[in-house]
């Protein structure tokens, strides 16, 4: 019956996702070449002095991304110092530097991992001038980034790959402002709160007095979810009634989370004139979500112990509500994505079900991933992929009739090495230094062994790929996980983009060549396999040996 039931949601889910694909595919693609501009994006150009027309080269597309970037980290850093002098502060105190790095890091790289109980360490306008408008310009980012990449492979010998500040103020404007306000206006009918009253006091039925936060929940629940963005109003994310109060709304937000992942493929393909394209990139990304979702929910409902026998489930940091097969989907389509939020605690899954989660991650958030970011590591996965067919029949690797030379392959794989080697050095250099392994394990890490190298390397695996979500039985609110997971999720977010501009450019410079019998389609079944195997493969090998002294060999006790 429970099978029968996970196959279902999966079903509806899958039938959500194919009617938003085509309307809201064709929609970003649109806009994204449109040529006019409305009133209000006029003005912004004419305040920031911004001509929409000029078209940039990589190398000035990475310069506004980053210049951008930075002013959000340090506006963001500066607002949680100064908290205790703003309006709504709800008389909480300034933030501690090192927080405040971590925090600011976070929500502008679109990782919004906390490292704090929000309800009871940010005031609402800290909230909502940092952290929502983050949630905005962040998703935005990663899409821009995305589009410029899939220029590179439309435009012939141009060497420009658009305009960053349009791309931006579109992605803001005509996408996530208006989706965000409908999508709030959704979760306010089902029961999530909206407000500015701070606390209210409350006397229970035992005589007990009881303080009932508020807050302006909604409006930063929706963009959480529809910018993949996941950090949570409340320390309990979308567990938390408030948030997220029922099974419905539950899967509501999983539909917000990956319908513009999912649909970007659609986009992908209409830019390049080939929506076959955008197709085969869509098969790839659902193949591995499939996958992914079947094991976690056979891991779940499978879990040994009389604990589960008892419960009828291994219901341990589960919502009633949700049940083992809403949890297992929720927790897949936030991993799979780089949303990070949840509405069930993945330190609770089994040994192996948080195995999940954590190689969702590695796979580098591509099935479908986060606002952007997972089509252009998809795309990436694409071009290491025809490189290696062309080396097994000698031929030169094309991909959309750009070559991949020595200078694209060289690009591509040093965008895989980039994630893997954070994540195992951060996690290898809390153990490695004794002074910080002391700390780690006497103030970090509650579950000591197996499981506290697991929490360790999920806390790393989260903050280098941008995701947030954690295995919340680690502390994280220290020196050195402060810094070393802001380094991280900086350079996870910065590093990937600049490889991933500096290919746009080297593609959009190039001549299109017409394709020949030699040429490997990529529109086909035989290319979505490749291209999964690769995924799969490139993972399994880069994170093995590390799995196997956590996750795996928990599972295997």
Do not use: C
Request: aromatic fraction near 10%.
């Amino acid at each position: 019956m429970d099978l029968w039931f996970a196959v279902l949601q999966a079903l509806t889910l899958a039938l959500v996702l194919a009617l938003i694909y085509r309307p809201l595919g064709d929609y970003m693609a649109t806009f994204y070449q449109s040529s006019r501009d409305n009133r209000i994006e006029r003005g912004f150009y004419r305040l920031v002095g911004v001509n929409p027309r000029s078209q940039q080269t990589w190398q000035s597309y990475l310069r506004s991304v980053l210049a951008f970037s930075l002013m959000g980290v340090l506006f963001v850093y500066v607002i949680q110092r100064a908290q205790a002098v703003l309006p709504y502060s709800l008389g909480f105190p300034a933030i501690p530097s090192g927080l405040s790095f971590n925090t600011a890091v976070s929500f502008v790289t679109n990782t919004n991992w906390q490292s704090y109980s929000p309800d009871v360490t940010m005031g609402y306008s800290v909230q909502m001038l940092g952290l929502a408008v983050q949630n905005f310009v962040s998703a935005a980012v990663g899409i821009a980034v995305a589009i410029a990449l899939v220029r590179g492979f439309a435009q012939r010998r141009t060497g420009t790959i658009g305009n960053f500040w349009v791309d931006l103020t579109r992605g803001v404007l005509r996408l996530l402002l208006p989706v965000a306000i409908l999508a709030a206006v959704v979760l306010l009918a089902g029961g999530v709160i909206q407000n500015l009253t701070g606390f209210t006091d409350v006397t229970t039925i035992t005589g007990a007095t009881q303080s009932i936060p508020g807050g302006p929940v909604a409006s930063q629940e929706a963009i959480k979810m529809f910018g993949t963005n996941g950090g949570g109003f409340f320390n309990a994310n979308s567990a938390h009634p408030f948030e997220n109060p029922t099974a419905w709304t539950s899967m509501f937000q999983i539909v917000l989370m990956l319908a513009i992942p999912f649909s970007l493929p659609r986009t992908f393909g209409t830019i390049v004139g080939d929506k076959k394209q955008g197709y085969a990139i869509l098969g790839a990304m659902a193949a591995i979500f499939v996958v992914s979702l079947t094991a976690l929910t056979l891991f779940e409902l499978g879990g040994a112990g009389t604990a589960r026998l008892a419960a009828g489930g291994a219901m341990e940091g589960k919502e009633q509500r949700f049940g083992i097969i809403g949890s297992a989907l929720f927790g897949t389509a936030s991993t799979l994505t780089s949303t990070g939020a949840v509405n069930s605690m993945h330190d609770s899954f089994t040994a192996l079900g948080g195995l999940m989660p954590m190689l969702n991650m590695m796979l580098g958030e591509v099935a479908p991933g986060g606002t952007g970011s997972g089509l252009y590591g998809m795309l990436i996965l694409a071009v290491i992929t025809v490189f290696i067919a062309g080396l097994l029949v000698g031929r030169t690797p094309e991909y959309l009739g750009k070559k991949i030379g020595p200078r694209e392959i060289k690009i591509a794989s040093l965008y895989i090495l980039v994630t893997p080697t954070l994540v195992l050095a951060g996690t290898a250099l809390s153990f490695a230094i004794p002074a910080v392994r002391a700390d780690v394990e006497t103030t970090s890490i509650w579950n000591p062994g197996l499981h506290g190298l697991s929490e360790v390397l999920y806390a790393f695996t989260s903050a280098a790929n941008n995701n947030g979500s954690a295995f919340a039985g680690l502390t994280a609110n220290t020196p050195w996980f402060n810094t070393a997971l802001g380094v991280a999720m900086l350079l996870g977010r910065f590093l990937p983009i600049v490889l991933v501009l500096a290919l746009a450019g080297a593609l959009s410079a190039q001549d299109t060549v017409p394709a020949t019998r030699g040429t490997l389609p990529t529109h086909r079944m035989q290319f979505v396999g490749l291209l999964v195997g690769v995924t799969v493969i490139i993972t399994a090998l880069t994170y093995f040996p590390v799995l196997a002294l956590g996750p795996l060999a928990e599972g295997l006790q």
